[in-house]
Structures are given as C-alpha cells and as structure tokens.
C-alpha cells in the first residue's frame, strides 16, 4: 500500500512569512496527526483529527498555527507568521482509528528552517 | 505532567553483543508503552508495545510499573539494528508522549 505522502521536503523562509505543508494519509485511515520534532527532541504532537473533525489540538499554538482537514482526507498545515524556533521537521501520521490507533504510519516529514 | 525520558543520546555497541535501550515514564495511570524506530533514510515505524509481548526483531521491552521503566533489549546486536529508537507513552484516552530518542550505533 501506499505510504503517508507528505510535500514539500525541504522549506526555507524568513522570519515572519507564511508556509504551508500538505499531507495525503494512507487510504481508509481515520485518524491524522501532525506532530513538530525539533532536532535533538522526539515528535510532540500538534493537532489530531477524525476524519474531519478536531480531536486534540491542545498543544497547537493557535496564534500562529492552524490547520484543516477537509473531507476527511488530505490536511494542511500553516504556520503565519513564522518565527525562528519553528525550525523543524513537521511529521504528518494516520491511523486506521479506533483500536488500532497506537499504530502510526508516519510520512517523511517536512525540514523547516526559518532563517 | 506525563513524561518520557531515554538517559542515553548515543548508544554503541560492537555487533553479538547485547544491548539495553533505556526508558523510564513519569504517569501515574495504567500506562500503555510502545517504542518506534527509525533506521537511516526511512520513516518513523512502530517497533512493539507493551501489551502484545512480543519479540520483533529480536528485540523485547518488559513494563516494570515499579520502576516505572520499559527498557529495550535485544542479546545479540546486529549491524542492521543501527537506527534512532523512541520510547513513547500514551496515557490512557490521550495522545502519544515521546521521549527523546536514542541513537544505536552497531559497530562491525
């Protein structure tokens, strides 16, 4: 099957402008994460959705952060705007939901750097 | 606050040797452990959890509630087991807690 795609690879932007990440979950999957993992640090989780509904979002920055799943399937991620320390690799994760929520698959993750 | 800690950045071990990944958590409930791997130029993966017992890759993780630890052993190291461990907690009806990883290097 296929994999968590997740575009772009590789970001760099200034201080104070906008970006946005994508993420397409593995078919079927329910459940979609997005987690920061800031070098030297494990995945802290952003936000996580259900279908298309927010389950948790309590460690997302709402100031600067947001995200939206539409349909259930696809999501971005928009930080605006930016600032130094959200230099990171944005990982984009689902699962089946349910029970077998403790089964991530993780995407390659998008590498951050805000100069 | 939930919390997960692996004491060592890098570990390296020759290869046939044993190694121990270690993690300790900071919950006072019932938790639910799991460690995740990710070798070089691949995606962050499950490796196993607690409650399925089981030996993937070798490897097995015993939760000691009295210790508050689920260290990651496996007796005889191989070259293909380098890669970045996570030990991760998910408290019961919330998200995952990951610790800060662990680099294995298998030296030949």
């Known amino acids: 099957e296929a994999g968590v795609a997740q575009s772009p690879r590789y970001k760099i932007i200034e201080k104070r402008q906008s970006v946005a990440f994508w993420c397409n979950p593995i078919s079927g999957h329910a459940t979609l994460y997005w987690y920061q993992q800031i070098l030297g640090q494990g995945p802290k989780l952003l936000i996580q959705f259900q279908n298309n509904g927010v389950v948790d979002d309590s460690q997302l920055p709402k100031d600067r952060f947001s995200a939206e799943r539409l349909k259930g399937v696809d999501s971005t991620l928009k930080i605006q705007p930016a600032k130094l320390e959200d230099s990171a690799v944005y990982l984009c994760?689902?699962?089946?939901?349910?029970?077998?929520?403790?089964?991530?698959?993780f995407g390659p993750g998008t590498r951050l750097t805000v100069t | 606050a939930q919390r997960v800690t692996q004491p060592e950045k890098l570990l390296s071990v020759f290869k046939g040797a044993p190694v121990e990944l270690k993690c300790n958590y900071s919950y006072s409930g019932s938790p639910e452990l799991f460690w995740y791997v990710q070798y070089s130029r691949q995606r962050l993966q499950l490796l196993l959890r607690?409650?399925s017992r089981e030996s993937i890759k070798g490897f097995t993780a015993d939760l000691n509630k009295g210790e508050t630890s689920f260290h990651l052993k496996k007796p005889f190291a191989q070259e293909e087991d380098s890669a970045m461990y996570y030990c991760a907690l998910r408290p019961y009806g919330q998200n995952f807690v990951f610790g800060p990883g662990t680099r294995l290097s298998v030296l030949p």
């Open positions: 607690h409650i």
């Open positions: 994760a689902s699962s089946l939901g349910g029970t077998r929520n403790y089964e991530q698959y």
